[in-house]
Nanobody
Framework: QVQLVESGGGLVQAGGSLSLSCAAS????????MGWFRQAPGKEREFVAS???????TYADSVKGRFTISRDNAKNTVDLQMNNLKPEDTAVYYC??????????WGQGTQVTVSS
């Protein structure tokens, strides 16, 4: 029903910046939240940031003050601006689109690697 494609991952030095983008296509009808999760090797997937349909944002404590999430409802996109990156930010970042617990979709993931 819904397809999500992430882009913008890469390799950066500690203290650097990256911007991730996610584009949704398919049957994106109605209102929905969008967000970002990440998963490091050997770790569980964790919440990073989310933005509601109306624009309300939530951040994990670990990224608060460094990351900024935004969305464009008309284009069905969500972005994540990541500043002052740290080695512990290294992970595969996944885009999420949430209608309900029964209707939630994930992108394929994009790798972010922060070297020291």
């Amino acid at each position: 029903q819904v397809q999500l494609v992430e882009s913008g991952g890469g390799l950066v030095q500690a203290g650097g910046s990256l911007s991730l983008s996610c584009a949704a296509s398919g049957r994106t009808l109605g209102t929905y939240d969008m967000g970002w999760f990440r998963q490091a090797p050997g770790k569980e997937r964790e919440f990073v940031a989310s933005v509601s349909w109306s624009g309300g944002v939530t951040y994990a404590d670990s990224v608060k003050g460094r990351f900024t999430i935004s969305r464009d409802n008309a284009k069905n996109t969500v972005d994540l601006q990541m500043n002052n990156l740290k080695p512990e930010d290294t992970a595969v970042y996944y885009c999420n689109l949430y209608f309900s617990t029964r209707n939630s979709y994930w992108g394929q993931g994009t790798q972010v690697t922060v070297s020291s």
